[in-house]
């Protein structure tokens, strides 16, 4: 069943809260509205990334969906979000969601990204460079 307006702005309002916790965040489908609740999460569009150095607002993510609404239509994506734990600073991106953490490792190092997240432990995992055989 599809979300209403008067959905999207309740869980819009939620999203902003849980990005005022260090480590805090989600990621949702944004075709149903649903938590992804499995897998590794990992950014992959650098270029629509948005990094606040700030709480963010419900306006704020409104805004930032509005600009990436053609990235999120693309299949396998998910709107993400996450409050670096060690600076303060909010992320706002376009995810995928991979079961495998190698993957989502590799795919985080091609984007730069600083962490992936995983869901079953419900924590950040820092990118590291891979070691030398």
């Known amino acids: 069943m599809a979300m209403t307006l008067v959905d999207w702005s309740a869980r819009i309002c ?12 989600f ?4 075709v149903g509205g649903s938590d992804v609740r499995r897998g590794y999460a990992v950014a992959v569009h ?15 993510i409104h805004e930032y969906i509005a600009q990436v609404v053609d990235v999120l239509s693309l299949p396998g994506r998910v709107l993400g979000g996450w409050c670096d734990p060690s600076t303060g600073c ?3 991106d376009v995810s995928v969601v991979t079961a495998d953490r190698s ?9 730069d990204q600083l962490a992936i997240f995983d869901f079953s432990a419900m ?10 055989a």
């Open 46 to 60: 650098p270029e629509h990334e948005r990094v606040y150095e700030r709480r963010v607002t419900s306006g704020d």
């Open 90 to 92: 909010v992320y706002l």
């Open 103 to 111: 993957e989502a490792m590799e795919l985080a190092l091609k984007t």
């Open 123 to 132: 924590a950040s995992i820092p990118v590291s460079a891979p070691s030398a």
């Open 27 to 30: 990621s949702i489908d944004p």
């Open 14 to 25: 939620a999203i902003a809260d849980a990005l005022s916790v260090p480590d805090g965040g």
